[in-house]
């Protein structure tokens, strides 16, 4: 079982950058594809990015690439969202997920959910 915690959401005006954390209990190393989605208000969650296992290989949705990096430290058990020139169309309330496959993120069909951490972007 494993559990996830998102943090470092906030309220920051359109340019800004802002770094989202995950902490996952229980031993996430080598174990499981992370992944960051996201659901703007009144909006269907989506997937924002994924990287792999071993953090050796990522993928963005094409709304975020250049400007999001999504990183992992599996010895710290932790997952990263770097977040940089970010826009109000960006606000959402963004999770954590944890799957044994990183198919599944194209689905969002995650085994593992954290309960969320708010973004918000002023114009």
């Known amino acids: 079982q494993v559990q996830l915690v998102e943090s470092g959401g906030g309220s920051v005006q359109a340019g800004g950058s802002l770094r989202l954390s995950c902490a996952a209990s229980?031993?996430?190393?080598?174990?499981?594809?992370m992944a960051w989605f996201r659901q703007p208000p009144g909006k269907e969650r989506e997937g924002v990015a994924y990287i792999d296992r071993g953090g050796g290989s990522a993928s963005y949705v094409d709304s975020v690439k250049g400007r999001f990096t999504i990183s992992r430290d599996n010895a710290k058990n932790t997952l990263s969202l770097e977040m940089a020139n970010l826009k109000p169309e960006d606000t959402a309330m963004y999770y954590c997920a944890a799957d044994r496959y990183c198919r599944n993120f194209l689905r969002g069909l995650m085994d593992f959910w954290g309960k969320g951490t708010l973004v918000t972007i002023s114009s």
């Open positions: 229980g031993d996430i190393s080598s174990h499981y594809c």
